[in-house]
């Protein structure tokens, strides 16, 4: 059975909608993981994702943050308390189960510089996905972590990795912090795949012709338990959206699993 995944920092889904629809015809996925659709639940525009024939788990917030798993089939909600370390009412994690498969959608904290509060806010709160990995799952299970990492893990993961050292998203507390929680047990399915650098999901609005001169990183993830990723058979980028009119930051990112029957 062909499984197929994808994540998307979407940075507004009402603003987006019509674009990820079309991208959804033209992409059959069994499962998508949306990160800042920045709406609340009750404003959310599930109308039209429904009639495209999408089920749909979602948590929100008023103009930020924001997640959502969409799927064609059944979504089975999973526990997403991530404790006493998460803000009350924040948006940033989300859980299903999926044709079998444990589904973790996170919009991990930006971080805003190293000494900033914000900034150990982040490396505290990826620590804590631990203890919630540990708590609700088993490394021998089908596991697919996904979403906007907010951390580009390996030098080739970012465009300047000498000259990024040391930035908020390429800092080595928060690479100590992502490899605590890594050594649960996930592999990168990515680079399983696509070891070669110079691939990324996000390019900064702010830089002129960020991406004719490719200045990406690459922090948005797809992350599996070792079952689940000896089943993976590719993973990709798809840079195109990125060059659509008014876009995400970001792109999709997308893996393949063939499962067992």
């Known amino acids: ?41 009750e404003d959310f525009p599930m109308a039209d994702f429904k009639e495209a024939g999408y089920q749909a788990l979602f ?12 799927s064609p089939h059944e979504v089975t909600p999973i526990d997403s308390n991530l404790g006493d370390v998460a803000e009350t009412g924040e948006a ?47 490394p021998d299970q089908l596991v697919l972590w996904m979403g906007d990492f907010n951390v580009a893990p390996e030098p080739i993961d970012v465009h300047h990795p000498e000259k990024m050292l040391g930035k908020v998203g390429f800092h080595p507390a928060e690479h100590q912090a992502l490899q605590y929680v890594k050594d649960w047990g996930f592999q990168d399915v990515f680079r399983l795949h696509q070891p070669e650098g110079k691939q990324f999901t996000f390019w900064d609005y702010r830089i002129p012709k960020v991406l004719e001169r490719n200045l990406g990183w690459r922090i948005d993830h797809i992350w599996a338990t070792e079952p689940l990723a000896k089943c993976s058979i590719k993973s990709w980028i798809d840079i195109e959206p990125r060059y659509q009119p008014k876009p995400s930051d970001h792109t999709f990112i997308l893996a393949e699993f063939a499962l067992p029957e």
């Open 1 to 41: 059975m062909i499984f197929r995944a994808a994540s998307f920092n979407i940075n507004s889904i009402r603003s987006r909608k019509e674009m990820l629809l079309r991208w959804l015809e033209q992409n059959q996925l069994d499962v998508i993981c949306l990160q800042e659709t920045k709406v609340k639940d």
């Open 59 to 70: 948590k929100g917030q008023k103009s930020y943050n924001g997640v959502a798993i969409f």
């Open 92 to 138: 940033r994690l989300i859980a299903a189960s999926v044709k079998g498969v444990n589904v973790i959608n996170t919009y991990i904290p930006q971080g805003q510089s190293p000494d900033s509060e914000r900034f150990q806010y982040k490396i505290n709160w990826i620590k804590a996905l631990r203890d919630y990995f540990d708590s609700n799952f088993a």
